[in-house]
């Protein structure tokens, strides 16, 4: 599956199993991001990157990725990018990282955020993995222990 970050934006209630395939040609200042779900459990992720402007930032997701397979992320921006990515379920494991903190809901997001914004109710400070973004594509791959 293939998705360009308007078609994000706009799916971002839909199950990226939904969507229609897009195909985006790249430029200098983008990426594409493919992410494997190497597990037998549907994954859920959330990504967040500079937005233009000094220390705001945009976050988005829950994005599903289905077990054993690949989605792919077109036309994100080059640079500094935080991803989290957990699977379902209460016992599900959990992909995160130490770089950057951010605090996410359960609910689908599509917000600009600021760093070192306090959590609202409901909310959960997430550890996110840092990927320096610098080649027309990049992959990450979930797998369990």
Not at 65 to 80: A, D, M, V
Not at 102 to 128: D, H, M
Request: contains cysteine.
């Amino acid at each position: 599956m293939r998705c360009s970050l308007a078609i994000m934006v706009a799916g971002i209630l839909l199950s990226l199993g939904a969507g229609t395939a897009v195909h985006a040609q790249n430029t200098d200042s983008t990426f594409n991001l493919t992410i494997c779900n190497k597990t037998s459990t549907l994954v859920r992720m959330m990504f967040f990157h500079p937005e233009g402007v000094k220390d705001m930032w945009m976050l988005s997701g829950w994005y599903q990725i289905k077990p054993s397979s690949c989605s792919t992320f077109e036309q994100l921006p080059r640079g500094y990018f935080y991803w989290f990515a957990k699977q379902d379920g209460e016992m599900g494991l959990v992909w995160e990282g130490t770089k950057r903190h951010l605090c996410t809901s359960t609910r689908a997001t599509w917000r600009k955020v600021f760093p070192n914004e306090q959590c609202l109710v409901g909310e959960t400070n997430r550890g996110f993995s840092e990927l320096l973004a610098k080649s027309p594509s990049e992959s990450i791959n979930l797998a369990g222990p």
